[in-house]
């Protein structure tokens, strides 16, 4: 049986009568729409073949170009296990260089959709923006900024990059979050393989002197003395060049970590520095500028980086030749042949708490002060106790050295057993809320206080004390009744009021 469409229908009608004689083959040309050398060749394989004619010959066959279905199955089968969260262009690079497997990026797409399973990026409100074009030679400006991402394993960190504006030449580094010594850190990194830049462009965070920081920043310091001139980007449009090379990082860098499950900080780092950008960035993303000729210029020798990307403070030195810093005293013990007091110090922090002294260049040797500090209430109990044992023990006599020392017998008894069973820690005084003192309210009497409280909460101390005696001939002072509410959690009326709705919730 054959099943013909309407336009195969109509083509054997026509293609029929003209060999019935009954139209000519240039009204069958016109009617469907072909040429006579057509319907020429249409009416000889009707006379061979019959109305097989108008089914192609490759009909129910496959394309001699068809990719493999167990192909397609393999490639869409990685991308949901493994390759999950790449891009097209990135999947077809790593499918050709982990997985030996050539397919066009098209069909790739086609493949991927039909698993419904494609990384799109994300469509923002566009808005019309002039366009700035790059500096024309390189080290006359450079961007710089962080992004906080999961770039790899389950915590956030920030990866801080310098990118150059004319060549997007770049430097980055991960650290656990933006903070001034790392941007010093990448900034001194980039000076010393490339020089000295012109111009740096950044946001107006505070690290880099924005709204909090107008005052003072660390990098304003740092680029002052390098002569490197700071310009405040208004939008992040602005400084766009690094912004979106942060989207080429986030789609490209984190699955490569995750694929050579790369999850610490160190190997990140080494990955990015050594794999990454020589290997990808430099030879797809960097282009040459226009102007060949380089805007870096050497480092003077009168300048130390290792002086300059610091965080630097300044403390005052008293007479005594001391100074405090995080909340410690510090003495110097360098040789002065004059004094300094009243004077500045430089205090220039590094990494992992440490910090080093400089006066006028100079660095200076510091040393702690350990200063006495005094004995706590419990250290001073616990030597009253041993004193009192000592005693006992010299005189050979307790009763003699409890009068002496002001406590009773069975004290000094108690204690020295605590001593030789426990140790010193023994005598320590403890609060055990279990046992009832003896100078304390009797425990049915506190009963009687607190359940007729919850009953009566906006009652006052003084009208509980008076209606106890009169109700339960109780008699209890209204200081009393307050040690009770204190003890118990209870002194406020809201309190007494949301312990009674607890209470009653409960029941």
Not at 29 to 52: F, H, M, P, W
Not at 431 to 459: C, D, G, M, W, Y
């Amino acid at each position: 049986m054959i099943i013909l469409d309407s336009k195969a229908q109509l083509t054997a009608d026509v293609v029929s009568k003209v060999a019935q004689s009954k139209i000519s083959i240039a009204n069958a040309a016109k009617l469907l729409n072909k040429s006579r050398r057509t319907i020429e060749r249409y009416l000889q394989r009707y006379e061979d073949v019959g109305i097989q004619f108008v089914i192609h010959r490759n009909t129910g066959r496959s394309p001699a170009n068809k990719t493999p279905d167990d192909l397609k199955r393999r490639v869409q089968s990685l991308i949901k296990d493994k390759y999950y969260d790449v891009n097209l262009q990135h999947l077809a690079e790593l499918m050709e260089r982990n997985e030996g497997i050539q397919v066009k990026r098209e069909t790739l797409r086609a493949w991927a959709h039909d698993i419904h399973h494609v990384k799109r990026a994300k469509r923002r409100r566009s808005q019309i923006r002039k366009r700035r074009e790059r500096m024309e030679s390189a080290g006359l400006l450079l961007q710089m900024d962080g992004s906080p991402h999961r770039w790899f394993g389950g915590k956030t960190s920030c990866l801080i990059a310098l990118i150059d504006d004319a060549t997007s030449e770049i430097h980055a580094e991960f650290f656990e979050s933006e903070t001034t010594l790392g941007c010093l850190k990448v900034m001194q990194h980039y000076i010393e393989q490339k020089g000295l830049f012109k111009a740096l462009y950044v946001d107006r965070a505070g690290i880099f002197g924005g709204p909090k920081r107008c005052n003072f920043s660390q990098m304003q310091r740092a680029c002052e003395e390098l002569g490197i001139e700071i310009i405040f980007a208004n939008s992040p449009q602005g400084k766009g060049r690094i912004e979106r090379s942060f989207d080429t990082f986030q789609d490209r860098l984190v699955p490569e970590l995750r694929l050579r499950n790369i999850t610490d900080m160190q190997s990140a780092n080494h990955y990015l520095q050594t794999i990454f950008i020589p290997q990808y960035w430099q030879q797809t993303i960097v282009v040459k500028a226009k102007n060949t000729a380089s805007e870096f210029t050497l480092v003077p020798r009168h300048l130390n980086l290792d002086d300059i990307c610091v965080q630097k403070e300044h403390r005052k030195i008293r007479n005594d030749h001391t100074f405090s810093y995080g909340n410690k005293f510090y003495l110097i013990e360098s040789p002065l042949k004059h004094s300094i007091a009243k004077q500045s110090i430089e205090i220039r922090k590094q990494s992992g708490g440490r910090f080093t002294a400089h006066f006028a260049g100079r660095h200076l040797a510091i040393s702690e002060v350990i200063e006495p500090t005094k004995p706590s209430m419990y250290d001073l109990e616990i030597q009253r106790k041993l004193d009192a044992i000592a005693l006992a023990d010299t005189l050979g006599n307790v009763a003699e050295a409890a009068r002496i020392s002001g406590c009773s017998r069975e004290t000094i008894y108690k204690n020295r057993r605590l001593l030789k069973e426990k140790g010193p820690l023994a005598l320590k005084r403890t609060f055990r809320p279990e046992i009832h003192h003896k100078n304390r309210t009797a425990q049915s009497t506190e009963e009687v206080i607190i359940a007729f409280s919850l009953e009566n909460p906006h009652l006052g101390q003084v009208q509980v004390s008076a209606q106890l005696k009169t109700t339960h001939q109780l008699e209890i002072s209204p200081a009393g009744v307050r040690h009770v509410w204190l003890r118990e959690k209870m002194n406020t009326s809201a309190l007494r009021v949301h312990r009674a709705k607890a209470s009653q919730a409960a029941a």
